[in-house]
């Protein structure tokens, strides 16, 4: 089981953290949004809860609780730009389905 | 997918880029409330995975109301203070409501006005605004439960029969349950959005909803997009109950039962009967007993039950086909809505009348719901703007008066909304410094035969000459078709601006008063619209050579000045009667004739400037 991230999302990370002053890494996680969607977490992390997952790459720890760690086992992050926005995304061999704005995606 | 960005620990757990908003089909029996989750726009379940909601309000002395399943026994058990089928009760008068076929349970207020009754209940009166907005609020509080959020707003669906009373008091309803209305849908249409008819190009759609206790047939229209409601027709007392109520019928003839039921009996025969028509849509042979008799029962036979009231459905399908003037070979898409369309003996009817298989992939309780939710979702501004739907259009058209009492049309009829468009006008005298603005609808070309909405002002327009002024008049009619009116004058930035509701008041059968006069007069309207401009035209003419006139007449000599005189006289006697075609033609002349001095004055003007006046005092002596 492991995550992964691409140099371009890791040194962004690396930018957002170093900008922030603290925190370990991020936290990449599931949760329920709407009736049956789920929906992409992202957050800084400050400290380790119990069961948590650490993975490193490209020398940037990403932390997955072990719940979330099924729906998005092997997920690839990357840092990109469409038109004036930019941002992560991920890239999610589980997911099944998206909803029409993205936000949300279901395993099926 | 969207875009993410990295949140702060414990903050709101990732950004909701996505703004929360509802399709609510309120119903006559039943409502629905159905929202994007996920992949689609599904209908939301309450605690118990019903998704359905009795429209049906209990009330009790202690406060809150009981609204749905829980209200359903206080049909039997307290009927004064239990309303169902409030959507029946929407915009009708007291007198309307004591005159319907159904017998009503309930007090009326007799302190109600006649144009606002209300139900006396033991936690006081309620109208039907507030019984139809506890149904929205019950809704709305299982939305957002289950969506996790506040709701940004709701589309929510009326027949497409209802009438301006009907749909503000829904509106009206919804305020009160605290929703923001985006649209208020048609039933049909948001069945066909369902089936995403409303991508296709162009089709006529006939949507055939037969629920619990209504029927209501609609044809309608897609061009670009954009539906417009053929014709509408059915029986708002034929839906379900009527085929329990022949098949029970039947199981009493069958067992040769005389004798009077009493009311455990009936309930339970009718409850036989409707678990039988159930069943009959799944299988073909059903076997069945009650009390101590038993027998089976096919399809067919069922068919022949209720044969009667299955054509009453395609007669009413066979007349709103007339009504629109089209035949089944128009028809591209038929969709079923409602329960009772499950029935195969009901689907077998539609199919062999139009010769054509009906879409049915959709559950039909819930397609008109799916419909609205799509569209709410649209609207709220989920989607990109190059998939935006645009579902109604403007009855008739909007414009402003001109001079010579001429309409100069600014939106035109059928364009969807909403809409924005503007243009620019000018001012007709020199020095003009205000412009009134009458804003009127319809379809005819003189002032007088339209309908007047607005009048408003625009003042303090710079003086300047006649036509320098710049005016620029924006009409915009959004969703609910509220237009709003704005001119500005561009040099200054001068605004003035007004809101007006086109449609408030005028039915639909005056609508289609104002188009036939329009079509039958449009030759006569033609004809007037072009001796009005012709008129206009020699007038400015007239005005601007007596203008010359006065500031450099000595130029002219006698010779000259007679020909022009004479030009305009002859021009001026030919505007009283003539056709547009001889005003032209005479305009024309006197211009020709007047020619030569509108460049002898240029050269005038350009030597006096030369020689050091000035340009203020040329301006002046001009003006």
């Keep these: 089981m492991a995550l992964s991230i691409t140099q371009n999302a890791a040194q962004h990370v690396a930018e957002q953290l170093s900008s922030r002053g603290h925190g370990l890494g991020i936290r990449v996680g599931v949760t329920t949004t709407g009736c049956s969607g789920m929906a992409y977490v992202l957050e800084f992390v400050d400290k380790l809860e119990v069961g948590d997952q650490v993975f490193e790459d490209h020398g940037v720890k990403i932390i997955v609780d072990p719940k979330s760690l099924v729906y998005i086992d092997g997920t690839e992050m990357d840092f990109v730009k469409q038109g004036v926005n930019e941002g992560f995304e991920f890239t999610n061999p589980n997911a099944k389905g998206e909803c029409g704005c993205g936000e949300s995606f279901s395993v099926g | 997918?969207?875009?993410?960005?990295?949140?702060?620990?414990?903050?709101?757990?990732?950004?909701?880029?996505?703004?929360?908003?509802?399709?609510?089909?309120?119903?006559?029996?039943?409502?629905?409330?159905?929202?994007?989750?996920?992949?689609?726009?599904?209908?939301?379940?309450?605690?118990?995975?019903?998704?359905?909601?009795?429209?049906?309000?209990?009330?009790?002395?202690?406060?809150?109301?009981?609204?749905?399943?829980?209200?359903?026994?206080?049909?039997?058990?307290?009927?004064?203070n239990t309303v169902a089928s409030s959507k029946r009760l929407l915009g009708k008068s007291l007198s309307e409501l004591q005159n319907l076929p159904q017998v009503l349970p309930f007090k009326f207020d007799p302190e109600r006005e006649e144009t606002s009754p209300a139900i006396s209940t033991v936690s006081g009166s309620k109208d039907p605004v507030q019984i139809s907005a506890d149904i929205l609020e019950k809704l709305k509080v299982r939305a957002e439960q289950c969506l996790k959020g506040e709701l940004e707003g709701a589309v929510i669906t009326v027949p497409a029969y209802f009438n301006d009373a009907q749909r503000q008091q829904t509106k009206d309803a919804a305020k009160l349950a605290g929703l923001n209305v985006l649209r208020l849908l048609n039933e049909p249409t948001a069945a066909a959005v369902a089936y995403g008819l409303d991508s296709e190009d162009q089709g006529k759609v006939c949507v055939f909803d037969l629920g619990g206790g209504t029927f209501d047939v609609s044809l309608l229209s897609l061009q670009k997009g954009v539906f417009e409601v053929l014709a509408t027709g059915g029986d708002t007392n034929l839906g379900g109950n009527d085929f329990d109520h022949a098949l029970a019928q039947w199981i009493l003839q069958q067992a040769g039962y005389n004798a009077e039921l009493d009311f455990s009996e009936r309930a339970i025969l009718n409850q036989l009967a409707m678990d039988v028509k159930h069943q009959l849509s799944e299988q073909d042979q059903l076997e069945i007993s009650w009390q101590d008799w038993s027998g089976t029962i096919t399809n067919t036979e069922y068919s022949e039950i209720c044969a009667e009231l299955i054509k009453r459905t395609i007669n009413t399908c066979r007349r709103v086909l007339r009504d629109a003037s089209l035949t089944i070979n128009d028809i591209d898409n038929i969709v079923l809505v409602g329960g009772s369309t499950r029935m195969p003996v009901i689907r077998q009817a539609v199919a062999s009348f139009f010769s054509k298989e009906a879409l049915t992939n959709i559950d039909p309780d819930k397609v008109v719901a799916i419909g609205a939710g799509i569209q709410?979702?649209?609207?709220?501004?989920?989607?990109?703007?190059?998939?935006?739907?645009?579902?109604?259009?403007?009855?008739?058209?909007?414009?402003?008066?001109?001079?010579?009492?001429?309409?100069?049309?600014?939106?035109?009829?059928?364009?969807?909304?909403?809409?924005?468009?503007?243009q620019e006008f000018t001012t007709f005298k020199d020095g003009q410094t205000a412009m009134s603005l009458h804003v009127v609808q319809g379809e005819r070309e003189l002032v007088e035969d339209c309908r007047s909405l607005a009048r408003f002002e625009l003042r303090g327009i710079p003086a300047m000459v006649a036509g320098a002024a710049k005016i620029r008049v924006s009409f915009q009619?959004?969703?609910?078709?509220?237009?709003?009116?704005?001119?500005?004058?561009?040099?200054?930035?001068k605004k003035a601006e007004i809101q007006i509701k086109p449609s408030y008041g005028l039915k639909s059968d005056l609508i289609e008063e104002m188009l036939q006069s329009s079509q039958e007069n449009a030759q006569v309207d033609m004809e007037l619209r072009s001796v009005k401009e012709a008129q206009l035209e020699a007038t400015q003419l007239i005005d601007a050579i007596a203008n010359a006139r006065s500031s450099d007449g000595e130029i002219l000599n006698t010779e000259e000045l007679l020909l022009i005189e004479k030009a305009v006289e002859t021009l001026e006697l030919a505007m009283k009667d003539s056709s547009a075609n001889k005003i032209r033609e005479l305009t024309e002349d006197l211009n020709r004739i007047s020619g030569d001095f509108a460049s002898r004055r240029m050269d005038l003007h350009i030597g006096r400037a030369l020689k050091g006046e000035s340009i203020d005092e040329v301006a002046n002596s001009s003006s």
Excluded at chain 2, 4 to 31: M, W
Excluded at chain 2, 477 to 493: H, N
Aim: charged share 20%.
């Design chain 2, 477 to 493: 009619v959004d969703a609910d078709g509220l237009l709003s009116v704005a001119a500005e004058e561009l040099s200054t930035g």
């Design chain 2, 376 to 422: 709410a979702d649209v609207l709220i501004g989920n989607k990109s703007s190059n998939n935006f739907l645009l579902l109604d259009v403007n009855p008739l058209s909007l414009g402003i008066e001109t001079m010579g009492e001429l309409v100069e049309k600014i939106i035109p009829r059928n364009t969807t909304i909403p809409v924005a468009r503007a």
């Design chain 2, 1 to 80: 997918m969207a875009l993410l960005q990295i949140q702060e620990p414990g903050g709101k757990p990732a950004k909701v880029l996505h703004r929360l908003a509802v399709g609510i089909d309120l119903g006559t029996s039943n409502s629905l409330v159905s929202a994007l989750c996920g992949t689609g726009v599904e209908t939301l379940p309450d605690d118990n995975g019903q998704h359905l909601l009795p429209s049906v309000v209990r009330y009790s002395a202690d406060g809150s109301p009981l609204v749905g399943y829980a209200a359903l026994s206080g049909l039997v058990d307290d009927p004064e």
